[in-house]
């Protein structure tokens, strides 16, 4: 379906319509404009999701409500036939989504207190509202996974289908880099790893005494993501965070504090909030060992050696990396892997701007001088970076391109195994249309011969 993410986009808007912005229109009398199987959609739902949508730019072509209705009709056949396939989603399952995405909109309006002010309602509030939707969500993605889990494209049907395109609509493909790195990761002194677990213990003390966690927080931890808010995370199931961080969470009872735990991330002390079933709420202080002045030049330093070692012959940068690098790439030859993709392939906007700025006064093969870096669990260290390949924004080509020119055959399969499946549930499926809307152009037949 073509209009799969307008319900997805349309989730994140929701919760942002729940502010002010519904204050400022006209009361709507609901009423039903639709139905499938047992599931009503109603006149506010469309008035809701046009107005944010439309907001935030995203183009509905000339019948917004057209559009709209005929994806949430799609949503509601999904969510009908996962009902009667008996598909589940758990309370749990539900419950991570709500906090996945209100964590999200949480760092982007500031702070919870803030995101709550705003719109007038507590979080507990916002995740009732939207629980509902979140299973009917979850429940159809299910749905649209089990109808297509089985198709997949051979090589031939890829080239059939790139023969398909006609030449003016073959899509641009934008300007794509390919990086290699070797990194050095300075050890952290013992002395210092004995001061960070000395201080952690005197918080610690301090709080057993009746001192504020969250005011210790707010002035000493080093996780600025939580520190802002007392230390508070939000609620948390297993496997989202660091397991020895989980572990001790897990243990505790609301008020008790842990004794100090080590992670990849540093050093932490846990004060539990609250739990609910396998998913819990702490407030934590962070302190990161770290790296002496002398042990950072004496990484840097290495790298500049190494990187006179390729430059002379004496050895390929593959052969260098594995040989020295500290990063766990080096199996993969050094080749950098885009956590968005999944690939070795970046678009500009995809490479963080320090590391951009290094890269592109590289030429194709250029290994760079030594550049400062902090790592994913926000350790200090150094890395020489070598530019493999950069293309030129280009009509796609299967010589180049194959991969991505692939996904668009499997998408375009899975969409015709989808409206296969939907011509033969459509028939044996309830579905009412309101009259004013019996005219609209549907991608699907939700009125035909009805």
Not at 404 to 428: D, V
Request: include cysteine.
């Amino acid at each position: 379906m073509k209009n799969f993410q307008i319900s997805i986009i349309a989730f994140f808007a929701a919760i942002f319509s729940a502010g002010p912005l519904v204050s400022q229109e006209k009361v709507i009398i609901d009423q039903v404009i639709a139905v499938v199987g047992n599931s009503a959609i109603l006149e506010s739902d469309i008035v809701n999701q046009r107005r944010q949508l439309l907001g935030q730019g995203v183009d509905l072509g000339v019948n917004p409500d057209c559009t709209l209705l005929d994806d949430m009709l799609y949503q509601k056949l999904l969510y009908n036939q996962a009902l009667l396939d008996s598909l589940e989603v758990s309370d749990e399952q539900v419950e991570q989504v709500l906090d996945r995405r209100l964590r999200f909109f949480i760092s982007q309006i500031g702070s919870r207190e803030k995101l709550e002010a705003y719109y007038g309602k507590t979080i507990d509030e916002l995740k009732e509202e939207f629980r509902d939707i979140v299973r009917e969500q979850e429940l159809g993605q299910q749905m649209e996974a089990k109808i297509t889990r089985n198709v997949a494209v051979t090589p031939s049907e890829v080239r059939s289908f790139f023969s398909r395109i006609p030449e003016d609509s073959i899509p641009m493909v934008e300007s794509e880099i390919v990086m290699g790195q070797i990194v050095k990761m300075p050890p952290v002194q013992p002395e210092e790893i004995a001061n960070i677990k000395t201080r952690l213990e005197e918080f610690r003390q301090r709080v057993i005494n009746g001192e504020s966690f969250n005011t210790l927080a707010i002035l000493y931890s080093e996780d600025p993501g939580s520190a802002r808010r007392g230390g508070e995370l939000g609620f948390f199931g297993r496997g989202e965070l660091y397991p020895e961080f989980e572990a001790a969470a897990f243990s505790l009872r609301p008020g008790e504090l842990s004794e100090i735990i080590e992670t990849q991330a540093g050093y932490h002390i846990v004060q539990m909030i609250e739990r609910r079933g396998e998913q819990f709420n702490v407030r934590h202080i962070l302190l990161q060992p770290k790296v002496s002045p002398v042990d950072l030049m004496a990484a840097r330093q290495e790298l500049d050696s190494i990187r006179t070692l390729i430059q002379n012959g004496e050895m390929t940068f593959e052969e260098a990396a594995w040989k020295f690098s500290d990063d766990p790439g080096k199996i993969n030859q050094g080749l950098m892997i885009n956590q968005y993709t999944g690939t070795t392939r970046f678009r500009t906007e995809e490479i963080e701007p320090n590391l951009f700025f290094v890269i592109d006064r590289l030429e194709v093969g250029d290994i760079s001088s030594p550049v400062g870096m902090v790592t994913d669990e926000g350790q200090q260290a150094f890395r020489i970076v070598k530019l493999i390949s950069r293309t030129e924004p280009h009509r796609a080509n299967l010589q180049q391109d194959y991969d991505f020119i692939q996904q668009l055959a499997l998408e375009e399969k899975k969409r015709r195994a989808t409206q296969s499946w939907i011509n033969r549930r459509l028939p044996n499926t309830y579905v009412f249309v309101q009259e004013r809307f019996l005219d609209c152009d549907f991608e699907l037949d939700w009125v035909k011969n009805r």
